[in-house]
């Protein structure tokens, strides 16, 4: 927004490369070298938008609202990421990293070495996941405590992973109560 002469706010002119560029991704295609100029060619810098992101809150009481009452979600954010328990009768069944941005495969082994520290040799193979809150997409590994060998799942987005969130903790949760 601009100020005209009269002191009065008006919508600021956008310059036609952008226009072309908004009119092609509306139409549902990109645009090509015979829409617009190169992007070292122009003096304007063309941003994609962010994709919807859910903040470390929301995504504990997403997650609440998933797994229903008998779990609990807690949230632990104080660190460079944020940290998400599920827990059911005093066994913390499943951790999932909250990645706001950065190198997912370095988020993989931070959570890794999470779950192996709150783990034992003897325990069967255990599940955890990373939300990377830029991407929009979660990120589900398996790790063998014993081996210490970690396998990537699937990765999907937010919208796809009440499913197979809910298998994972439970296969955890009966592994890791006590019997």
Aim: net charge neutral; aromatic share 8%; hydrophobic share 35%.
């Amino acid at each position: 927004m601009v100020r005209n002469r009269g002191g009065y706010l008006k919508q600021a002119p956008v310059p036609r490369q952008l226009k072309s560029y908004a009119s092609s991704v509306h139409n549902g295609r990109l645009p090509t070298e015979n829409h617009t100029k190169p992007a070292t060619q122009s003096r304007y810098r063309i941003v994609a938008p962010k994709l919807p992101t859910m903040s470390n809150k929301d995504t504990r009481v997403y997650l609440q609202q998933l797994l229903g009452d008998p779990w609990s979600v807690s949230l632990d954010d104080s660190g460079e990421q944020g940290h998400l328990s599920i827990s059911k009768d005093s066994v913390t069944a499943f951790h999932v990293l909250l990645l706001q941005d950065g190198d997912i495969e370095d988020a993989k082994h931070i959570a890794a070495q999470e779950v192996l520290y709150k783990s034992t040799a003897m325990d069967a193979v255990l599940n955890f996941a990373i939300y990377h809150s830029t991407e929009g997409k979660v990120y589900f590994c398996a790790i063998d405590p014993h081996d210490m060998e970690m396998n990537d799942l699937a990765n999907c987005s937010v919208q796809d992973m009440s499913n197979r969130l809910k298998m994972y903790v439970d296969a955890n949760f009966a592994v890791l109560r006590p019997q």
